[in-house]
C-alpha cells in the first residue's frame, strides 16, 4: 500500500522560497506509468494542479505557476521535492503530493497525502 507524506515549514516569509518534500513508501516513485503530482489548496478556494514529475523523470508545470516552481525527486530516497519562489500570502494553502496512475489513457488519482499546512506570512 503506497503512503505519502509530506513535510516541511509551516510558515514561510514574504518573498521567501517554500520547499516541501514528500516521502512515498510502499511503492516505488519510478513505478512505470506512475505521476507525482503537487496540488494544492487555498483557504476557501478549489484545489490547484501546481505540477507534477513522471516516473521517467519529466516534469510538467501549471502555465501560471511555471515561472517560480521546481519539482525534482531523489529516487535514492523515494522522495519528491516541491520549491516555490518567491511566495506571497496568496501562496497560504494546504499542499498535497499525490500519486495518479496512467491507465487506458485515464489519470487515475488513486493515492494522496494527508496535506501540510503552509502559510506565507511575517
Known amino acids: 500500500q503506497v503512503q505519502l507524506q509530506e513535510s516541511g515549514p509551516g510558515l514561510v516569509k514574504p518573498s521567501q522560497t517554500l520547499s516541501l518534500t514528500c516521502t512515498v513508501s510502499g511503492g516505488s516513485i519510478t513505478t512505470t506509468y506512475s505521476y507525482w503530482i503537487w496540488i494544492r489548496q487555498p483557504p476557501g478556494k478549489g484545489l490547484e494542479w501546481m505540477g507534477a514529475?513522471?516516473?521517467?523523470?519529466?516534469?510538467y508545470y501549471s502555465p501560471s505557476l511555471k515561472s517560480r516552481t521546481s519539482i525534482s525527486r531523489d529516487t535514492s530516497k523515494n522522495q519528491l521535492t516541491l520549491q516555490l519562489n518567491s511566495v506571497t500570502p496568496e501562496d497560504t494553502a494546504v499542499y498535497y503530493c499525490?500519486?495518479?496512475?496512467?491507465?487506458?489513457?485515464?489519470?487515475?488519482?488513486?493515492?494522496w497525502g494527508q496535506g501540510t499546512q503552509v502559510t506565507v506570512s511575517l
Open positions: 514529475i513522471a516516473y521517467s523523470g519529466s516534469t
Open positions: 499525490v500519486r495518479a496512475t496512467l491507465t487506458s489513457a485515464i489519470f487515475e488519482y488513486d493515492c
